[in-house]
Structures are given as structure tokens and as C-alpha cells.
């Protein structure tokens, strides 16, 4: 029996790169930036949460503005600083913006992700890199950590037309490994996109946990496997393809 399948679909952001979970925290440090005082800064925080997590909650409004990252920021911190009723619209984008520029400077690797998607190459497995995303900022991230070499086939939602969690955008990716569905793995971070729909399909999935957070109570996904870091992949390939 293979150690490993045919193919394996990778996500990009929070997966191979630590990109934005954690959101508070990053909120955090950049409202600490601006001097608001500690009554007006905590205020902030929770208004910005709470709007982002509105925001983002509906699917409709996510597929549309996370083509355009920059500005859902700045309509974020406007919503949020409405409710508290501070106008300063000058200082609304400044804070959007540098929470933007905050999250480039503090883009990194774990520690483990070219080790293991070489590895992964040089046992022979298809990959796939499939990001959601507007088309420069998704493409900017594969040059800056030296990716694009590491996969067979790159798909990025701004420049496809289409993302996960879109039946299409998994066939499409399989298609392009020559992989059917039961032959492939898909590892990510987002339990909708990369445990719910694709095992819809048939896809192995496969959960990147790396903070330890656990399936949120109520949650419908049931990932096959639960990783806290990529090098598992290449400890378990085994043991994976057995449990099938």
C-alpha cells in the first residue's frame, strides 16, 4: 500500500503561512499604536471584533469583499467606530491600513511547511495550492515565500473566478493533478472550506489545528484527521492511508 495518496490540496493562508488567525491579537497590538487610552482602546477592540465577526459571518459578503481585503478593513473600523461614535474618518483608515501593513510585516512559514511539501514532492504526490483570495495580494504571498516551485498546480480564487468552498474549485484542482476525489487528501484550516465541502465530494480531510483551538460546540465538520503541524503529514502518511 502507497504511503501517501495520489494528491494532496493544500490552503495557503493560516496553513502554510501563519497569516491571520488570531485576529484580536493583531487588533490589539495596532490600536495600541495609536495612544487611544486604555478605556478607548479596549471599547475599540471589542467594537472591531464584534463587527468583523459580523461582517464576515455572511457567505454572500465574504465571497465579495475578500477580493478587496484593504477595504473590508476600512469598512470594518468605520462600523465600529459608528457604534462608539467617533467620526474621525482619517483616523478610521489609519488604523484599517495599518492593521494591512501590520499583518504583511508579521506574514511567516511554520516552521515545518517547505520540509514537508518536498518531502511530500519527492515521495511523489501531486500538489495543489488552492487559496481564496484577490489575485495580487494571494500571488504576492507565493513569490515572497518561494511556493509556486513546490506545487504542480496553483489555483487562486482572484484569478480563477471561483474558490472554495465551490464544488468547482476542488474538481478543478483535482482535475488538474489527474486525481479523483478518493484519491486525494485536502489539508487546511477552515472547517467549511476544507473539511465540510470537500468531504461532501469524497476528499480525505485533514484539519490544521496548530493553535489547539478544537472544533467549535455545534460545528457540523468531522475532519479524518486533526494535525497540529504539516511535519505529521509526513510521520502519519502512513497510518492516513491505512485508516481510509
Known amino acids: 500500500m502507497a504511503k501517501f495518496p495520489k494528491a494532496i490540496l493544500f490552503d495557503l493562508d493560516d496553513t502554510i503561512i501563519a497569516a491571520y488567525a488570531q485576529p484580536e491579537r493583531a487588533w490589539e497590538a495596532v490600536l495600541a499604536e495609536f495612544a487611544l487610552g486604555p478605556v478607548l482602546q479596549a471599547q475599540a477592540l471589542a467594537a472591531i471584533s464584534a463587527e468583523a465577526r459580523r461582517f464576515w459571518a455572511d457567505p454572500d459578503r465574504h465571497r465579495i469583499w475578500r477580493q478587496q481585503i484593504l477595504a473590508a478593513r476600512r469598512e470594518i473600523v468605520r462600523g465600529a467606530f459608528d457604534t462608539l461614535e467617533l467620526t474621525d474618518r482619517a483616523l478610521q483608515d489609519r488604523i484599517a491600513d495599518r492593521l494591512s501593513q501590520y499583518r504583511s510585516e508579521n506574514l511567516r512559514l511554520f516552521p515545518d511547511s517547505l520540509a514537508t511539501l518536498d518531502a511530500l514532492q519527492t515521495a511523489g504526490v501531486r500538489l495543489a495550492l488552492i487559496t481564496n483570495g484577490a489575485a495580487v495580494q494571494q500571488r504576492a504571498k507565493i513569490e515572497r515565500f518561494d511556493l509556486a516551485r513546490r506545487f504542480h498546480h ?25 486525481a479523483a476525489p478518493d484519491e486525494a487528501w485536502i489539508v487546511g484550516d477552515n472547517l467549511d472550506w476544507e473539511v465540510v465541502a470537500p468531504a461532501r465530494l469524497g476528499i480525505f480531510t485533514i484539519w490544521f489545528d496548530p493553535h489547539g483551538a478544537g472544533i467549535p460546540e455545534g460545528h457540523p465538520a468531522r475532519p479524518h484527521r486533526i494535525i497540529r503541524a504539516l511535519g505529521e503529514l509526513i510521520a502519519d502518511g502512513e497510518s492516513d492511508t491505512a485508516s481510509r
Open 154 to 178: 496553483v489555483q487562486i480564487e482572484g484569478e480563477h473566478g471561483f474558490g472554495k468552498p465551490e464544488e468547482r474549485a476542488y474538481r478543478h484542482a483535482l482535475a488538474a493533478l489527474g
